[in-house]
Nanobody, 120 residues
Framework: EVQLAESGGGLVQPGASLSVSCVAS????????MTWVRQAPGKEREWVAS????????LYADFVEGRFTVSRDDAKNTLYLQLNSLKTEDTAIYYC?????????????WGQGAQVTVSA
């Protein structure tokens, strides 16, 4: 069974930084592209970033504007998202997903997500 467990996040002021992590199990992590999505209160879920396998690169949503960095540690089955220069509109629950930008699997079980709150 695929399991994705997010952690990290917190409450910060605009301009601050945070990191969130996701420990994956139930599949061969190193063989899978991975994706971060987020959902803000009252808004639709939106794609944030994806990372390929091996030396394949990363993709980011336009709103990221160079502020976030997605990375992975295949030895630890862990996906990371570093969030810098946070804005109030980045407030959301962040979820990791197995798969790439257009291929992540909504049928995989959902973790609890990592709450990121940006407020002055």
């Amino acid at each position: 069974e695929v399991q994705l467990a997010e952690s990290g996040g917190g409450l910060v002021q605009p301009g601050a930084s945070l990191s969130v992590s996701c420990v994956a199990s139930g599949f061969i992590f190193g063989n899978s592209a991975m994706t971060w999505v987020r959902q803000a209160p009252g808004k639709e879920r939106e794609w944030v970033a994806s990372i390929g396998t091996g030396t394949l690169g990363t993709l980011y949503a336009d709103f990221v504007e160079g502020r976030f960095t997605v990375s992975r540690d295949d030895a630890k089955n862990t996906l990371y998202l570093q969030l810098n220069s946070l804005k109030t509109e980045d407030t959301a629950i962040y979820y990791c997903r197995r798969g790439g930008r257009a291929s992540w699997l909504p049928s995989d079980s959902w973790g609890q997500g990592a709450q990121v709150t940006v407020s002055a």
